[in-house]
């Protein structure tokens, strides 16, 4: 499977505990984007990488929100001290080089926080 | 602010008919249009991607664009019960590498 693979596929945790996730793009796609989805809502920006460069970070991102692609090949999504209003799917998209906006979504990581 | 306008549904469509879904957008200078499907607990599926007025084809789905009109539309012909899911609308201007996303219309084909 050449996908967008995405880990953990589920997260349950308390609010307070911080957790990562993991995002392995398309090999050749050296665009990476995180988007955030909650129920009957379309898919949230929150950030986008060119390779290795964080590019733009959405405003909704708030500090407690950090994110990484080292060597850019695989990301990390971290969140600190979760607060139950960060529930929610967390997408991972990459695309081709090409600008086209066309974006190949992995399975997602589903976050509870109880 | 740049937003994609979706009816959020339910569309209810018998089997056989057309669905029609529609996408009204307020960029300007918005450049390039998507049409996502998402099945219940599955993430998003590129169906089809629009750049210029007009329609675009590919099998049952036909994407119509009205930049004009900053409105973009979906038809599906021959609808199947398998079509039930919520479609996405995307948009993304010139200048953006980011693509906005409307919150998306509730599809159901009935039997």
């Known amino acids: 499977d050449t996908g967008v693979s995405q880990d953990p596929r589920h997260k349950i945790t308390k609010r307070g505990q911080n957790v990562t996730f993991r995002c392995d793009p398309i090999s050749e796609h050296n665009r990476l984007y995180w988007y955030r989805q909650t129920l009957g809502q379309g898919p949230e920006f929150l950030t986008y990488f060119q390779n290795e460069a964080q590019l733009e970070k959405s405003r909704l991102l708030s500090d407690r929100f950090s994110a990484e692609r080292p060597k850019g090949s695989f990301s990390t999504l971290e969140i600190q001290r979760t607060e139950q209003g960060d529930s929610a799917m967390y997408l991972c998209a990459s695309s081709r080089a090409s600008n086209t906006g066309e974006l190949f979504f992995g399975e997602g990581s589903r976050l509870t926080v109880l | 602010q740049k937003e994609v306008e979706q009816n959020s549904g339910p569309l209810s469509v018998p089997e056989g008919a057309i669905a029609s879904l529609n996408c009204t957008y307020s960029d300007r200078g918005s450049q390039s249009f998507f049409w996502y499907r998402q099945y219940s607990g599955k993430s998003p599926e590129l169906i089809m991607s629009i750049y210029s007025n007009g329609d675009k084809e590919d099998g049952r789905f036909t994407a119509q664009l009205n930049k004009a009109s900053q409105y973009v539309s979906l038809l599906i012909r021959d609808s199947q019960p398998s079509d039930s899911a919520t479609y996405l609308c995307?948009?993304?201007?010139?200048?953006?590498?980011?693509?906005?996303f409307g919150r998306g219309t509730s599809l159901i084909v009935h039997p």
């Open positions: 995307a948009v993304k201007s010139g200048g953006s590498y980011i693509p906005t």
